[in-house]
C-alpha cells in the first residue's frame, strides 16, 4: 500500500495508541506471572460475544478459537494442574496446607516482552504487534525442581473495543525450552523441548503444527507491516498460518 500521510492530530493518536498497546501486553506479562489468568480474560481480552467467538490463542500445536475454549485451557485447565502438583507436595509433606492460597507455591514463571514492534491500521479500528520473549518457567516437585529457559516469539492482533484496545488474537511460539543448568549441546530438538502436541487435557480447535523451529519456518507469524483495514493483512489468528491456506496439514 502507499505510505499514509498523516495530520499532526493523527500522528499523536497513533503515538498514545502505540503506548496502549505496550501498556495492554505488558499488564498480560504481570498477569501471566502473577497467575492472575482470569483476570487477565476479563480485563484484557475481547468483551464483545462476537469478538470472543472468534477469538484465539495460538502455540506451536494449534489454536483454541473462541473465549470459551480459551478459558477453559488458561483458567480452569491451569488451576487443574496446579492443584495436582500440590496434591503430591501435600502428601510428601503433611505441613504444607491443602488450600487454594497454595495453589502454584514454589512456581516461578515469567515471559518477557522486548523488542516491541506495532503496526496501528489505517482506520484506527485494529493493530498488529510482534514481541521476542526470553524467559523462565519453574516448577516444583516433591523430589525435583525443573527450571527452564525459554525463548518464544508473541505475535498479537488487537481490536479497540468501545474506544479501548483489547487482544483478539494472542500467538505464541516457542523456539527452544532449555533445562537451566545443562550443557546446551546435549539437549537435543525433541519433543520435551519444542513440543508439537498440545499438553494432556488441553482442548485444540485447530489441530496443526503452527510454528516449529525443527522446520524453518519463518514467514508465520508474519513481521507486521503498514495495513488499511484488517481484512488486508495476515492475521494472527486462525486465518494467518500458510499451512493452513495450502490444505492442511498434510501438504
Not at 66 to 82: A, F, P, Q, T
Not at 205 to 216: K, L, M
Request: glycine fraction near 8%; include cysteine; aromatic fraction near 12%.
Amino acid at each position: 500500500m502507499t505510505k499514509q500521510v498523516l495530520t499532526d492530530d493523527a500522528r499523536i493518536r497513533r503515538v498514545w495508541d502505540v503506548l496502549e498497546i505496550k501498556n495492554l501486553m505488558g499488564r498480560h506479562a504481570y498477569y501471566h506471572a502473577y497467575d492472575m489468568h482470569a483476570e487477565e480474560l476479563a480485563e484484557l481480552w475481547v468483551q464483545k460475544p462476537g469478538n470472543q467467538k472468534t477469538a484465539s490463542f495460538g502455540q506451536n500445536w494449534g489454536y483454541q478459537v473462541g473465549i470459551n475454549i480459551i478459558r477453559k485451557n488458561y483458567v480452569d485447565l491451569n488451576i487443574k494442574w496446579h492443584q495436582e502438583d500440590l496434591n503430591e507436595l501435600c502428601d510428601a509433606d503433611p505441613t504444607l496446607e491443602n488450600c487454594p492460597e497454595n495453589l502454584g507455591i514454589g512456581c516461578m514463571l515469567m515471559h518477557a516482552l522486548s523488542t516491541p514492534y506495532i503496526e496501528i491500521a489505517g482506520d484506527g479500528q485494529t493493530a498488529q504487534g510482534m514481541w521476542y520473549s526470553p524467559g523462565q518457567v519453574t516448577f516444583v516437585y516433591p523430589d525435583k525442581v525443573n527450571a527452564l529457559w525459554m525463548y518464544e516469539k508473541y505475535a498479537v492482533d488487537f481490536i479497540k473495543e468501545d474506544d479501548e484496545w483489547k487482544i483478539w488474537h494472542l500467538f505464541v511460539g516457542t523456539d527452544f525450552a532449555l533445562e537451566a543448568g545443562e550443557d546446551m549441546t546435549k539437549q537435543p530438538v525433541s519433543d520435551t523441548s519444542v513440543d508439537d502436541k498440545a499438553p494432556e487435557g488441553m482442548e485444540i480447535t485447530i489441530p496443526i503444527q503452527a510454528y516449529t523451529s525443527r522446520y524453518n519456518w519463518s514467514a508465520y507469524p508474519a513481521i507486521p507491516r503498514p495495513y488499511e483495514t484488517f481484512s488486508e493483512t495476515i492475521s494472527n489468528g486462525p486465518d494467518g498460518p500458510p499451512k493452513l491456506k495450502k490444505g492442511g496439514e498434510d501438504e
